[in-house]
Nanobody, 119 residues
Framework: QVQLVESGGGLVQAGGSLRLSCAAS??????MGWFRQAPGKEREFVAA????????YYADSVKGRFTISRDNAKNTVYLQMNSLKPEDTAVYYC??????????????WGQGTRVTVSS
């Protein structure tokens, strides 16, 4: 069993930055992913990182602006979000599972943290 708790969301102006954190407890030898869900839309893949890797995998919409990283000593995964746009507004979720862009392949989910980007 894995418990995931996200933090770091908030309100930011377009062009600004936020760093999301996801603290994991329990079995932590999973790949981790970030997903987001905007109002009225399906949950979509944002980024993922392997359990012991450093390479991030990104959705085209965030590539070059977002960076995923992990600190296994702290059991924490981060999503650094720069050059934020209003279309990045969503609830952001972290998830544990295989390295995948597919929502249903992840086993565990956090409760989400809301990010609002004003224009």
């Amino acid at each position: 069993q894995v418990q995931l708790v996200e933090s770091g969301g908030g309100l930011v102006q377009a062009g600004g930055s936020l760093r999301l954190s996801c603290a994991a407890s329990g079995r932590t030898t999973y790949a981790m992913g970030w997903f987001r869900q905007a109002p009225g839309k399906e949950r979509e893949f944002v980024a993922a990182i392997a359990a012991y890797g450093y390479t991030g995998y990104y959705a085209d919409s965030v590539k070059g602006r977002f960076t995923i990283s992990r600190d296994n000593a702290k059991n924490t995964v981060y999503l650094q979000m720069n050059s934020l746009k209003p279309e990045d507004t969503a609830v952001y979720y972290c998830a544990a599972g295989p390295v995948s862009r597919i929502t249903n392949e992840y086993h565990y989910w956090g409760q989400g943290t809301r990010v609002t980007v004003s224009s």
